[in-house]
């Protein structure tokens, strides 16, 4: 038998056969809109710190060969001096020599004060972006992931774009600028150097650059293997994360020590990330070998250069000043080249990774919901206006809708057509798989059919602006969030407008029976919820059922959706639930599922659905007199509360 914690966990990888440089170039030139990109929004994030960011870096681009060429100067005028005191001058320091000395002394004192204010300014500035452009691009991808549908979301694909974005969104667009920041210097300084190289010995020119590409070429190759391997780990990196989270939630760890499921996920978690290790290690291991082969020839051309300089001073073709200015500029101009290379590289790089960010901002989205403008309008709690439809409750009906799940070719639903009355209630009923949740995804339009057409007052509610539909319903859903916030904010939070009306929370936690958890909770509604956060509250799980109950009748619905409500309710409770409900749907139409057949009765109709189709539908006594299928698992369920 195969051990678990062998099991394997890698995922089909794309082929990743060597390019050639043809094509590796046209890659490199696709990546520079995303650059344009990441610019724009570094513009719009923060115009003034971008401006001055920029003078800055054009002021450190021209410091160093500033610098080095009066350090020259010092040298021969010290030199020059020492002449004049051999000769028999005066040393003094009111003699010319040393007064231009020492005035040169003091031009490369204030330019280091200068360098010194201008790079203390530089990285003052950097740091106040990355919080600001992190922030800015995390709050794109929070907006983005609003307009998304429940599809894009239930897509491993369209998930992973998403963790991808998320991973690298605080570090990559600021490395991005930044780099660009950097190379714009090196450039600078580079070219500065150049002039100096070039009077001196234009041929060191040509090696300064011959000894730098090669370790370019390496760092750009292993750059895209970098990327590829960070790419083709996001599902991975998602599992990782689950196997972890399975062992630090509450949620789960009454399974894992009940079946000694702790060894088994550990071993699965460890197998993961040590095959993440012996990646990582094989590319840092090229990184080092390359990386050292290729600093050790640039070091032999700088000495070579260096040997030359040395004996063209020797001979006195340059004096003592241009070999101290040779040295340092061809060891720092060799330093700026392979910076701007590496800079590329990195460039490159953060280019490859800020394209995820903009597959997952580009990702087309069929319902999209209209964002507020600014951050102050985001936050207000003006409740949107009903002006498309007539208010009041409106016939619901469902035209041969059929629906099947994006890449999965079995129907969920096929062939229903259903009308519901305003202020009818309905209730369904059906094995699991029978296409209930599903029927209830469509009614929200979290999904659209993919035949037939769902109307909502005799409109299709594709044609209904979605801030319009979705105030005009609430539900309850099986799978109810437990918000980590306030009792209050729990139920508030089911109309936002009205989130801070205390009576009105107050009125819905009595409609959905979290009276009686707030009577119990030492802070009352404002008493925190979960263990997430200090002094946070836990309850039960039908006490969490009956706060995501209350947040339902918060909205001033006309439809009202209750998917299995009372699944964790005991007997007492149920019954309370259900005789507050008989009076609060009055004058809504309501859709009710649960498998607990004595609640389906006092609905004014039962559907009953089989293999994503109708079966029957009636009222109790209609279809226990047929003898049909709801009549067999009314019977079955009664037979099981006469055997207990």
């Given at each position: 038998m195969t051990s678990p914690h062998a099991l394997d966990l890698k995922p089909p990888r794309p082929s990743s056969g060597p390019k050639s440089w043809k094509n590796r170039a046209r890659e490199i030139v696709s990546l520079g809109p995303f650059i344009g990109r990441t610019f724009r929004i570094l513009v719009s994030t923060s115009p003034?710190?971008?401006?001055?960011?920029?003078?800055?870096?054009v002021l450190s681009g021209t410091f160093p060969a500033a610098l080095a060429w009066v350090g020259k100067l010092i040298i021969d005028s010290v030199v020059s001096a020492s002449h004049v005191v051999a000769a028999g001058g005066s040393a003094g320091f009111g003699s010319p020599g040393v007064k231009h000395t020492l005035a040169l002394i003091a031009l490369e004192l204030g330019l280091m004060v200068l360098s010194l204010a201008n790079t203390r300014t530089s990285a003052l500035l950097r740091e106040l972006l990355r919080a600001e452009l992190g922030n800015r691009i995390n709050v794109d991808i929070l907006e983005k992931a609003l307009t998304l549908d429940l599809a894009h979301f239930q897509d491993s694909e369209t998930y992973d774009k998403m963790q991808r974005a998320r991973r690298e969104a605080?570090?990559?667009?600021?490395s991005m600028v930044l780099g660009v920041a950097s190379l714009a210097q090196g450039a600078l300084t580079l070219a500065s150097y150049t002039v100096l190289l070039a009077r001196l010995?234009?041929?060191?020119v040509a090696v300064l650059f011959a000894a730098s590409i090669p370790a370019f070429l390496s760092e750009a190759r292993l750059s895209t293997e970098s990327f590829r391997l960070a790419s083709w780990r996001a599902p991975e990196t998602r599992r990782l994360n689950y196997l972890e989270w399975i062992l630090t939630r509450d949620s789960h760890v009454k399974e894992v020590k009940l079946f000694a499921l702790g060894e088994l996920i550990l071993g699965r978690y460890k197998s993961l990330f040590d095959k993440f290790f012996r990646e990582d290690r094989a590319l840092a291991l090229?990184?080092?070998?390359?990386?050292?082969?290729?600093?050790?020839?640039s070091l032999g051309a700088f000495y070579a250069c260096y040997a030359l300089a040395a004996r063209r001073a020797a001979i006195g073709q340059i004096t003592l000043g241009d070999l101290t200015l040779y040295v340092a500029v061809f060891r720092q101009g060799q330093g700026a080249f392979q910076s701007i290379l590496g800079g590329l590289s990195g460039l490159y790089?953060?280019?490859?990774?800020?394209?995820?960010?903009?597959?997952?901002?580009?990702?087309?989205?069929?319902?999209?919901?209209?964002?507020a403008s600014s951050p102050s309008a985001s936050h207000a709690h003006v409740a949107p206006t009903l002006a498309t439809l007539p208010t009041g409750p409106l016939t619901l009906e469902l035209r041969d809708v059929s629906f099947r799940y994006p890449g999965n070719a079995k129907w969920a639903l096929r062939h229903l057509s259903l009308t519901l009355a305003p202020g009818e209630v309905v209730a369904l009923c059906g094995d699991n798989g029978a296409g209930k949740s599903t029927l209830v995804n469509l009614l929200l339009r979290l999904f659209d059919p993919t035949e037939g057409v769902i109307l909502y007052g005799g409109r299709p509610l594709a044609e209904i602006p979605l801030e319009e539909l979705r105030l005009r319903m609430s539900a309850v859903f099986q799978d109810f969030v437990r918000y980590q916030f306030s009792v209050a904010e729990n139920i508030g939070l089911g109309f936002p407008p009205a989130l801070d009306d205390r009576a009105r929370v107050e009125a819905a936690a009595r409609a959905g029976g979290a009276d009686a958890v707030v009577a119990t909770l030492p802070q009352g509604l404002d008493t925190t919820l979960g263990g997430f956060f200090e002094k946070g509250q836990e309850i039960s799980v039908g006490q969490w059922q009956k706060v995501a109950t209350s947040r339902a009748f918060m909205r001033p619905a006309e439809i009202l959706i209750l998917d299995e409500p009372t699944a964790s309710l005991d007997a007492e409770a149920e019954y309370e639930?259900?005789?507050?409900?008989q009076h609060l749907v009055t004058g809504k139409t309501a859709l009710l599922i649960s498998h607990r057949m004595s609640t389906l009765r006092l609905a004014h109709r039962i559907v009953v659905l089989r293999g994503g189709t109708i079966e029957e539908q009636g009222t109790h006594e209609e279809l226990m007199a047929r003898d049909g299928r709801y009549a067999h698992l009314f019977k079955l369920?009664?037979?099981?509360?006469?055997?207990?």
């Open positions: 003034r710190i971008t401006v001055v960011l920029a003078l800055t870096t605080s570090a990559r667009p600021l010995a234009p041929w060191s090229r990184r080092f070998a390359w990386g050292l082969s290729l600093t050790l020839a790089e953060d280019a490859l990774f800020m394209s995820n960010l903009f597959a997952f901002l580009d990702l087309p989205v069929e319902h999209t919901l209209r964002l639930m259900w005789r507050r409900f369920q009664a037979q099981g509360y006469v055997d207990s």
